[in-house]
């Protein structure tokens, strides 16, 4: 065993009016141990466990007087009641005894002799013989420890424990002499030595076996233990990767901390509660909307405001993680570059109408860009390049910790020359980086690299290449490949119309719109993100890293309005291709699809992953691809009718395709469906579904006549037939409002599309008074919400930002613009620094809540800036 000195270098006191909320203490952690903590407080499901006597209670003369610390007792409180995080006291006492003495809540775990007893009537249960052999021993140590006095005897369930604290020394040889005598008389009895006790056991089991049986109950991630005394070195050889073991007091260990004494424990405790609760509430991760985003149209990355990936799946979009701290902390990988010469705050920008990300020190300035030269997004296969390159006359630290699988798969690295290789990768991952001299070194499972450089003698360009083994340089040199990149994009948003209202934000956002789609394919990503949670600390967290048909449509049809028709065009060919595979009809469409347009892999969530502020599960895939969601047809017609008004070449096949989802309406429309919202309970008539099924028609007759100069009667039959049904159901008059579904009469801002879509005049009464009590009743602030009746999981979502976007459409549209451009101007404070926008926003927290970028949020507040462009202010 060794001796560890690391831990706290001086003695603390506690505030016990306040216990572990607001700790004041003396004592001085070291660097080590405080960052420890740190990653201990992220963990997805921690542990936290300790001895009693010696670690939370201070040792004493009389073992029943031995009480736990009242400042320990209310970190243990407050640690179990955290989400997510259990504690359990392991002691050598009886079970009785410990929950006498102790006082703990029922939500801490209690464990008695040494692991023996995990239930308060243990004792009832044992088997004859060893009650009997229990009562020959405890009679047998009567008879030897009688004439020594001092000695107590502490009856357990199947042991009996020797406390000689009070005997004289010169007598401790011979008492333990005649324990070890007692214990060869009854035979088959294990002998424990501890800190001035001495247990015979019948039952032989041991804190590491205890400690191990409650980490399978919980099933923690990681584990921290406390503890003092000799006994507990068997919890402490337990102890691997992430856990921590904690030496309480003198003795030789095998714990790596050690701190002083049970005060001490207090302090340690109340620390590690007061990180956790931070963590868990938000504290200390980069607010959502802060991030950047990168692109090459086939996979993506995140940026923070201080130059860390902190998000990037490859080979595309939705692979695993290689870099995820976004959702695990650093331990889940990231890419970080740092200026090392400044305490000042970057300053993160776009170049221009791009997206080449330039994030700058005062002597240090790093450029990122996913390489889009050479028209790379549009291939079916290749590599993807992420460039970064650190200018200045400053000195920089470059850590590289790439993590497989979200870093559950062992990621170890090979200096070869020229850079770095991730060499156990299923995909050729390099990092070529010439000039850089790096250090290597495990970080548990994984390896990291870091390396400082010295920029004054001239900039650093590192090239994570996706694809390829090769360290060859490029045949572009560098800046070259950042010029062509650049041009991709803002070449793009300048043949777009773009209107006057925050005309900034709406090249961002059609920009970002471009970004989400998937090149080789036409796929448009609903977001290039998962789990971020719409609720902090619930379990509101989905996958978004798919094609949804809906939101993909709405996408492109946001793009055909500023001008730009390519995306659309490309993601019609794609479902086409997914209409030829599938063995069902297009009466039997998914909501959603991969961007290669195969079927989701089943719903699963990532363990290890503690999630964005410690928000569980992260999921990966999407049940919603099992939902029935009857709205799905119309945005593909709406769009079909989009690409029709501008003469966009459609063909016999996009024909096809209004006839067969036509005949999909036909067939399905008076279904019950889970909705726009994919709500995870039973089918509903919504709505805002019926409204699409009538939208589908709707344009279809339009599409049949205008563009392919076709007569189809039977559809304004159905067209008339849909809009009777949802006036005569979905209109609820003691509401005043079209509410969510036919069956009840909770309000739903999706029903806004009743006006929004023309199935009703702006001018009808009916719309107006739905707007009204949509605003009334969902709208707060600056965000609108989708709706506030139980859906059937914990927590309170935020606002959402397209139901806002939709709010002020509706106000447009009746003629209350004055109305319309304010709630704008408050939805457009909403875009983070770079500006990016999530799905939701939290008007108390004053947070960007769900994945991002969103492309709804986008969208919609492209389609607002549009319609604002042409409005007139109502007198």
């Known amino acids: 065993m060794r001796d560890s000195g690391a831990g706290l270098v001086s003695a603390a006191t506690i505030d016990p009016a306040v216990g572990s909320e607001t700790v004041e203490h003396a004592a001085l952690f070291t660097e080590q141990l405080e960052d420890r903590l740190d990653q201990l407080a992220r963990t997805p499901m921690l542990l936290v466990a300790c001895d009693y006597d010696g670690t939370i209670a201070p040792i004493v003369d009389d073992p029943m007087k031995a009480l736990p610390l009242r400042e320990t007792a209310v970190a243990l409180r407050n640690i179990a009641n955290l989400p997510h995080t259990h504690v359990a006291v392991i002691s050598g006492r009886s079970l009785r005894d410990l929950a006498a003495l102790s006082r703990l809540p029922v939500e801490i775990h209690l464990v008695g002799s040494h692991g023996t007893e995990f239930d308060i009537d243990f004792a009832l249960d044992l088997d004859p013989g060893l009650r009997e052999k229990r009562h020959d021993l405890v009679a047998g140590l009567h008879d030897a420890c009688d004439e020594f006095e001092g000695v107590t005897l502490e009856k357990k369930p199947t042991s009996v424990a020797v406390h000689y604290r009070m005997v004289s020394d010169s007598k401790v040889e011979a008492l333990l002499e005649r324990v070890a005598g007692v214990a060869d008389m009854i035979g088959d009895v294990t002998v424990r030595h501890a800190k001035m006790v001495c247990e015979l056991l019948l039952v032989p089991t041991d804190k590491g076996e205890a400690l191990a049986t409650v980490r399978g109950t919980v099933g923690a991630n990681a584990v921290m233990f406390l503890g003092d005394d000799i006994t507990d070195e068997d919890a402490f050889a337990t102890l691997h990767g992430p856990d921590m073991g904690v030496k309480v007091g003198d003795g030789d260990t095998s714990a790596p901390y050690r701190i002083d004494s049970p005060q001490d424990v207090a302090v340690l405790l109340a620390t590690l509660c007061a990180k956790r609760a931070d963590w868990l509430a938000g504290a200390g991760v980069t607010p959502i909307e802060a991030h950047s985003l990168l692109s090459d149209q086939r996979t993506a990355a995140l940026v923070t405001p201080d130059a860390r990936i902190s998000w990037m799946c490859v080979p595309r979009i939705d692979s695993s993680a290689i870099f995820a701290e976004l959702l695990g902390g650093p331990g889940a990988g990231h890419f970080s570059v740092e200026a090392t010469g400044t305490n000042s705050a970057p300053v993160q920008t776009y170049a221009g109408d791009s997206l080449v990300l330039q994030t700058s020190w005062p002597d240090v300035k790093v450029t990122d860009y996913l390489d889009c030269s050479d028209g790379r997004p549009d291939r079916i296969s290749g590599r993807t390049d992420l460039v970064r390159v650190i200018e200045g006359d400053g000195t920089a630290r470059i850590e590289f910790a790439p993590r497989l699988d979200f870093g559950r798969f062992p990621t170890q690295l090979e200096v070869r020359e020229g850079g770095l290789e991730v060499v156990n990768a299923t995909d050729l991952v390099v990092l070529?980086?010439?000039?850089?001299?790096?250090?290597?070194?495990?970080?548990?499972?994984?390896?990291?690299?870091?390396?400082?450089?010295?920029?004054?003698?001239?900039?650093?360009?590192?090239?994570?290449?996706?694809?390829?083994?090769?360290?060859?340089?490029?045949?572009?040199?560098?800046?070259?490949?950042?010029?062509?990149?650049?041009?991709?994009?803002?070449?793009?948003?300048?043949?777009?119309?773009?209107?006057?209202?925050?005309?900034?934000?709406?090249?961002?956002?059609?920009?970002?719109?471009?970004?989400?789609?998937?090149?080789?394919?036409?796929?448009?990503?609903?977001?290039?993100?998962?789990?971020?949670?719409?609720?902090?600390?619930?379990?509101?967290?989905?996958?978004?890293?798919?094609?949804?048909?809906?939101?993909?449509?709405?996408?492109?049809?946001?793009?055909?309005?500023?001008?730009?028709?390519?995306?659309?065009?490309?993601?019609?060919?794609?479902?086409?291709?997914?209409?030829?595979?599938?063995?069902?009809?297009?009466?039997?469409?998914?909501?959603?699809?991969?961007?290669?347009?195969?079927?989701?892999?089943?719903?699963?969530?990532?363990?290890?992953?503690?999630?964005?502020?410690?928000?569980?599960?992260?999921?990966?895939?999407?049940?919603?691809?099992?939902?029935?969601?009857?709205?799905?047809?119309?945005?593909?017609?709406?769009?079909?009718?989009?690409?029709?008004?501008?003469?966009?070449?459609?063909?016999?096949?996009?024909?096809?395709?209004?006839?067969?989802?036509?005949?999909?309406?036909?067939?399905?429309?008076?279904?019950?469906?889970?909705?726009?919202?994919?709500?995870?309970?039973?089918?509903?008539?919504?709505?805002y579904s019926k409204v699409m099924c009538w939208v589908t028609v709707d344009r279809a007759v339009h599409v049949a006549e205008n563009v392919f100069g076709r007569e189809r009667p039977e559809w304004k039959t159905l067209r008339d037939l849909i809009a009777d049904d949802i006036l005569h159901n979905g209109w609820k008059e003691e509401v005043g409002a079209f509410t969510a579904a036919y069956d009840g009469t909770d309000l739903d801002a999706s029903v806004l599309m009743v006006g929004l879509s023309g199935l009703v005049k702006p001018d009808d009464p009916r719309f107006q008074s739905t707007v009204a009590a949509v605003e009334a009743s969902l709208g707060e602030g600056p965000t609108v919400y989708r709706y506030r009746h139980d859906d059937g999981l914990p927590g309170k979502e935020g606002g959402f930002n397209m139901m806002t976007s939709w709010l002020i459409d509706s106000k447009i549209l009746i003629g209350d613009t004055a109305d319309a451009r304010v709630l704008f101007e408050q939805l457009v404070e909403l875009a983070g620094p770079t500006g990016l926008m999530a799905e939701e926003y939290d008007p108390v927290t004053r947070r960007a809540l769900g994945n991002h970028p969103q492309a709804y949020s986008h969208l919609g507040l492209v389609h607002n800036a549009c319609n604002l462009n042409g409005a007139r202010i109502r007198d």
């Open 432 to 687: 070529r980086s010439p000039g850089v001299s790096w250090t290597v070194e495990d970080a548990g499972v994984h390896q990291t690299a870091w390396a400082e450089v010295d920029l004054s003698a001239g900039s650093v360009t590192l090239e994570l290449r996706c694809g390829t083994a090769s360290m060859r340089p490029d045949h572009s040199d560098e800046q070259t490949r950042r010029n062509s990149t650049s041009a991709y994009w803002s070449d793009w948003v300048d043949r777009l119309d773009i209107p006057e209202s925050a005309s900034d934000l709406v090249r961002r956002s059609a920009l970002t719109l471009k970004a989400l789609c998937y090149g080789p394919t036409g796929a448009i990503l609903a977001a290039p993100t998962t789990s971020l949670p719409e609720f902090l600390g619930g379990v509101r967290n989905w996958d978004y890293r798919y094609c949804w048909i809906r939101d993909a449509s709405l996408t492109a049809g946001a793009l055909v309005r500023l001008g730009s028709i390519g995306e659309a065009m490309n993601l019609l060919d794609w479902l086409l291709q997914v209409l030829e595979t599938i063995d069902t009809g297009p009466e039997r469409l998914s909501p959603l699809y991969t961007v290669n347009g195969h079927q989701l892999p089943p719903e699963a969530t990532i363990e290890e992953l503690p999630g964005y502020a410690g928000s569980r599960p992260v999921r990966v895939g999407n049940a919603a691809d099992h939902q029935v969601q009857l709205d799905v047809f119309g945005p593909v017609v709406d769009l079909i009718h989009r690409l029709g008004e501008v003469d966009a070449p459609l063909s016999a096949r996009h024909w096809r395709l209004v006839e067969d989802l036509v005949g999909a309406v036909r067939q399905r429309w008076s279904e019950p469906d889970q909705g726009i919202w994919e709500i995870r309970a039973a089918p509903r008539h919504h709505v």
